[in-house]
T-cell receptor
């Protein structure tokens, strides 16, 4: 089993729909992150959480929300999806040293 | 503003030769740097790191060089192998923030 699991792997949704991307980890890490990858733009930070009660906005949080249901689970929601949210989304975790991330395999989201 | 830049979107190298991937940054507060490798349909995986107290770190075929005065780091792969063909991201962080800013990535193709 993967250390960081993202579901679904692929999703096509319609404009205006609400969608949730889920991430769970078995690393025992406190810190969890959501990034999106777009061609030519690299990986950009959407939200991050240092523990269950600590949620922080990243560079591009508009249009997104998150929920840290437990130490091991961190979900990303698009309340009303729009086409420019079409991207590859990655969840990542890190321990308290902050010495690098473990990434999930990604969720490819297409908003039509 | 792109704080971490990888100005070469792609690079092709012959098998057995050296691959040099470059990364520039603008924020002088960055003091920890990572390189990640990403294969298609997978999440990025950690490759090598360097702290700002060093100017070189080596791990097998991979060496990262840091030039703080130029705000520049580079990843050297010697010798390059076809399995090294992937997208490489550099990332930078400031101590205590526990979050990384990523570059846009360089696609390396190693030709057999």
């Amino acid at each position: 089993d993967a250390d960081v699991t993202q579901t679904p792997r692929n999703r096509i949704t319609k404009t205006g729909k609400r969608i949730m991307l889920e991430c769970s980890q078995t690393k025992g890490h406190d810190r969890m992150y959501w990034y999106r990858q777009d061609p030519g733009l690299g990986l950009r930070l959407i939200y991050y959480s240092f523990d269950v009660k600590d949620i922080n906005k990243g560079e591009i949080s508009d249009g997104y929300s998150v929920s840290r249901q437990a130490q091991a689970k961190f979900s990303l929601s698009l309340e009303s999806a729009i086409p420019n949210q079409t991207a590859l989304y990655f969840c990542a975790t890190s321990d308290r040293t902050g010495a690098g991330y473990t990434f999930g395999s990604g969720t490819r989201l297409t908003v039509v | 503003d792109q704080q971490v830049k990888q100005n070469s979107p792609s690079l092709s190298v012959q098998e057995g030769r050296i691959s040099i991937l470059n990364c520039d940054y603008t924020n002088s507060m960055f003091d920890y740097f990572l390189w990640y490798k990403k294969y298609p349909a997978e999440g990025p995986t950690f490759l090598i790191s360097i702290s700002s107290i060093k100017d070189k770190n080596e791990d097998g075929r991979f060496t990262v060089f840091l030039n703080k005065s130029a705000k520049h780091l580079s990843l050297h792969i010697v010798p390059s192998q076809p399995g090294d063909s992937a997208v490489y991201f550099c990332a930078a962080s400031t101590s205590g923030t526990y979050k990384y800013i990523f570059g846009t990535g360089t696609r390396l193709k190693v030709l057999a």
